[in-house]
């Protein structure tokens, strides 16, 4: 009787392991160098360093974001839940901030969600996003309003 009640155990603690994976795998992280400070970051403050209103930390450090190219899951996550926007209005926003000189520049695009997670590796200041399960130990996920990727509540998903 023991050892159906301890095989069952496991096969529940798998299956949970399992959902919370699958979760995660439905949320996109956001990730920066893991010698930033920042830990947990409000939507509203994501937004601004995203759209290059704000461009340091709240310690000074500037700030370097990289997205993903078109076409990808997780730009499309991306541009609706930091951006609300679509393509064209991406593009529009950053050809009239980059010509107003509110902001430098667009954020720099990369062709995969590896080619992210490794410049913002090795790149002080960096910030950018892949699917919550592409993340590892190389970069730091950043928490928003107080939730990581596959916890309740978390707002930014990948469809």
Do not use: H, W
């Amino acid at each position: 009787m023991k050892a159906k009640f301890f095989l069952a155990l496991l096969a529940f603690a798998g299956l949970t392991g399992l959902a919370a994976a699958q979760d995660k795998a439905a949320d996109l992280a956001i990730i920066a160098n893991k010698s930033t400070k920042l830990d947990n970051v409000s939507t509203a403050d994501l937004k601004r360093y995203f759209k290059a209103e704000k461009t340091k930390t709240p310690d000074g450090t500037k700030l370097v974001v990289v997205a993903c190219d078109q076409g990808t899951p997780e730009r499309a996550a991306a541009l609706a839940g930091l951006y609300a926007m679509n393509e064209a209005e991406y593009s529009d926003y950053f050809v009239e901030a980059t010509f107003t000189g509110a902001v430098a520049a667009a954020p720099k695009s990369l062709a995969s969600a590896a080619a992210v997670k490794a410049f913002v590796a090795s790149t002080p200041g960096a910030l950018g996003y892949v699917k919550g399960s592409e993340t590892d130990d190389s970069v730091q996920v950043l928490k928003i309003d107080g939730k990581l990727p596959g916890e309740a509540g978390y707002k930014l998903k990948v469809k």
